[in-house]
């Protein structure tokens, strides 16, 4: 089983809707999680750490649910500019390692 | 801001061929990685590096590969003999404190021939 696995999508998404989509982890001992946007042949860019609280920044929430072992991100009033890779990561303490899951394709459209 | 900066941006090397690939972390952070990216594949973990050690290397990583932290400043992979399939795009971070969010740097493409 892969340490991190997401939906590769795509989820097409039209401009001003809500998009919602999970990441799981397979290891326990992953302590911090964060989003991650990627464009096209750039490097990754912190979009969001996810709090065990849940948390948000502008139009996105993230939330954590240990028990079950996910995150999600939610977009709400999706942008055109939104379209990009979203990367869920988790950290684990034992190496220091951040682990990144395949990433799930988001496509707004007009 | 502080940013991670990676060089060069592209290099193109003959297969064989050792490569180094350099990386200047943001200047307060004390946790370093490299990372590849396939063409269309997923981010691949390639090691975590803290207080002048390896903490992790995946299987990737292996002989071929090194880094080194040889300054202060600098935090390079060297890849001794690379071949067709090292091809990728390598990115660096960095991180503050463990857990922490990590910064990329913008990546070398390594282009074997």
């Known amino acids: 089983r892969k340490e991190v696995e997401q939906d590769p999508g795509p989820f097409n998404v039209p401009e001003g809707a809500t998009v919602a989509f999970n990441c799981t982890y397979s290891?326990?001992?992953?302590?911090?999680f964060f989003w991650y946007r990627q464009d096209c042949r750039k490097e990754p860019k912190l979009l969001m750490s996810?709090?065990?609280s849940g948390n948000e920044d502008g139009r996105f929430t993230a939330q954590l649910n240990r028990a079950s072992q996910y995150i999600s991100l939610l977009i709400r009033d999706s942008k055109l500019s939104d379209s990009a890779t979203y990367l869920c990561?988790?950290?684990?303490?034992?190496?220091?390692?951040?682990?990144f899951g395949g990433g799930t394709r988001v496509l707004v459209k007009p | 801001e502080p940013e991670v900066t990676q060089t060069p941006s592209h290099q193109v090397t003959q297969m064989g061929q050792e490569v180094i690939l350099r990386c200047v972390p943001i200047?307060?952070?004390?946790?370093f990685y490299w990372y590849r990216q396939i063409l269309g594949q997923k981010v691949e973990f390639l090691v975590s590096?803290?207080?002048?050690?390896?903490?992790?290397k995946s299987e990737i990583f292996d002989d071929q590969f090194s880094v080194e932290r040889p300054d202060g400043s600098n935090f390079t992979l060297k890849i001794r003999s690379t071949k067709l399939e090292d091809s990728a795009m390598y990115f660096c971070?960095?991180?503050?404190?463990?857990?922490?969010?990590?910064?990329f740097g913008q990546g070398t493409r390594l282009t074997v021939v």
């Open positions: 996810v709090y065990s």
């Open positions: 990561v988790a950290f684990k303490a034992a190496g220091n390692k951040l682990t």
């Open positions: 971070a960095s991180m503050r404190a463990p857990g922490t969010e990590a910064f």
């Open positions: 200047s307060n952070h004390l946790y």
């Open positions: 590096f803290y207080n002048n050690e390896i903490s992790e």
């Open positions: 290891n326990s001992a992953s302590q911090s």
